[in-house]
């Protein structure tokens, strides 16, 4: 059974890992390590949680699947190019430990393994460290998921044959499952939005990994599978945020499991933090890829420092491994401290980035490729500027365009959103609303109004601080939905919009329309 101990000692250790700016799971991994060396050891329950939380990561995986965003070039080229040249570079440098370190009994199939499981990045590292910069809807954050779910594709393919099971004939049957897409979206529909809903995405997971280990076939796999099959409708974006507490709990259990399961020997360990300390390498080759590729040099900058850790799908796919016997069980722990001291190296990196681009903007700058500048907008003759183009944005657009006409630019970095605008004839720029090269290319002095419409507080207030720094003196309004928002925001001397409030007052004055209807007519 599980001690509650060892759920007390998670919970603070990830608490305290957190406070320190790293994300949960290294203090997950630390947890167990401890509770090793005071011989406290899980139970069955603990090795169920984790494989539940891996069936739930991929689960999730596939509900997120987007083939139009990741057939990009710029995406699905720079993973796989930099997935070749990481696997080679860390092949090369196993071997080199090999010839050091012959006693570490290191083959040609462990070092492939564990070079793979160094070409992953870790998708709870960038979502942690985008979220709390406010810049989960950039264009950046966009890009360097969509190569973390490339990535995570490896290695379901790789989990995928790991367990040397033939598929039985009955496995092509699951391909029926393809015509049934349209009748699960109507039973998600028809699940509504609470537990029951939830509970319908659980069995959804479960329930196809278990059909598919019946077949021959590994049940992640399923599971993924059934995932991507639902992806691109809005009840799967729903069902992924409604499982994500799930998956991060369930695999507290398999983070825990790997420190219980000890320290590897002092080589090793001194090994795998030299290894960790090698992800800072990993930003040097993503940003040239992503800019030969088309990929703006700011955007470039910011995703491949986020990118510049290891990864725990690796973890995953090193203990997978290590079940099937390819490699030493104690490559578990030391990639766990690889990760733990990437993430601690990296932290601080990210923390720089924004700096690091102004510092060093017209250097990088010459990595702009001929295409990306052909697609910067003309943004002159500009008074009034609304960033963000959702329905808020858009209603307010089309109401200062009436005053200001063409003198109204829009700003938003969704691409199908800005296609729908500009096919209503609105006029309006691909940009990010962070980035300093956009506001460069503005005549600011006559911008005489900006809406902030962007869609949470942390945005708003990254654009705050921007237009702070750059000394902008004219007029901004912003859009906030709780009280302490608009106080944070009024305190900058912005003028708030208080949706929710006026949304209240909007809705009176229109029932006591309609409360006055029948009065006018009799």
């Known amino acids: 059974m599980i001690d509650p101990l060892i759920i007390l000692t998670a919970l603070a250790a990830g608490m305290l890992a957190r406070a320190i700016g790293l994300p949960a799971l290294v203090g997950y991994l630390a947890a167990g390590f401890a509770l090793h060396e005071l011989d406290v050891y899980g139970g069955a329950i603990l090795s169920t949680l984790a494989d539940l939380g891996v069936t739930l990561l991929l689960f999730t995986i596939g509900l997120k699947l987007q083939l139009r965003d990741l057939l990009k070039t710029h995406i699905w080229g720079t993973t796989l190019l930099h997935m070749a040249a990481t696997q080679g570079f860390f092949l090369g440098v196993l071997w080199g430990v090999a010839q050091l370190f012959p006693q570490l009994g290191l083959d040609l199939g462990a070092k492939l393994v564990i070079a793979f499981a160094f070409t992953f990045s870790s998708t ?3 979502i942690q460290i985008m979220q709390e910069r406010g810049e989960m809807a950039s264009r950046h954050a966009n890009l360097a998921i969509g ?16 367990t040397g099971k033939v598929p039985q004939p009955a496995a092509v049957l699951l391909l029926l499952a393809i015509p049934l897409r349209p009748l699960l979206l109507r039973l998600l529909a028809l699940a509504g939005h609470g537990e029951l809903f939830t509970l319908f995405g659980l069995a959804l997971a479960f329930g196809s990994a278990g059909l598919c280990e019946a077949v021959g076939v590994k049940g992640d796999l399923g ?13 799967a974006k729903e069902l992924s945020y409604n499982l994500m507490l799930f998956k991060d709990l369930f695999l507290v259990g398999f983070f825990l499991s790997i420190g219980l399961g000890g320290w590897p020997t002092p080589e090793v360990m001194a090994l795998a933090a030299a290894l960790g300390a090698l992800a800072l390498l990993k930003p040097l080759l993503y940003f040239p890829l992503l800019t030969w590729l088309h990929t703006p040099p700011r955007t470039a900058l910011l995703a491949s420092n986020a990118l510049a850790n290891h990864s725990e799908f690796g973890l995953i796919v090193v203990a997978v491994a290590a079940t099937a016997g390819w490699v030493d069980p104690a490559w578990s722990a030391a990639l766990s401290i690889a990760i733990a001291v990437s993430f601690t190296l990296a932290a601080p990196l990210n923390n720089l980035s924004h ?16 295409r990306v500048r052909a697609t910067h907008g003309d943004t002159r003759n500009v008074k009034v500027l609304v960033l963000g183009m959702g329905n808020i944005g858009t209603g307010a657009y089309e109401t200062l365009a009436q005053h200001y006409g063409w003198q109204v630019l829009g700003v938003d970095d969704n691409d199908r959103k800005l296609a729908v605008h500009r096919a209503m004839h609105r006029r309006v720029e691909a940009a990010d609303a962070s980035d300093p090269d956009f506001w460069a290319r503005l005549d600011l002095d006559k911008v005489e109004l900006i809406l902030l419409a962007l869609t949470n507080h942390q945005e708003n207030m990254l654009v705050v601080r921007m237009l702070e720094r750059i000394g902008y003196r004219g007029n901004i309004a912003a859009v906030v939905r709780f009280a302490e928002e608009a106080k944070e925001l009024e305190s900058k001397g912005i003028s708030v919009f208080n949706l929710f409030a006026e949304a209240g007052a909007g809705f009176g004055t229109h029932a006591l329309r309609v409360l006055e209807g029948p009065a006018r007519s009799g």
């Open 147 to 162: 190569i973390l779910i490339i990535q995570d594709l490896a290695a379901v393919l790789f989990l995928a044959f790991t």
């Open 355 to 370: 700096s690091l681009y102004r510092r060093h903007r017209e250097q990088l700058a010459r990595f702009e490729s001929t």
């Open 124 to 126: 709870v590292f960038v």
């Open 223 to 235: 599971a993924l599978l059934i995932g991507a099959l639902l992806a691109g409708d809005q009840k």
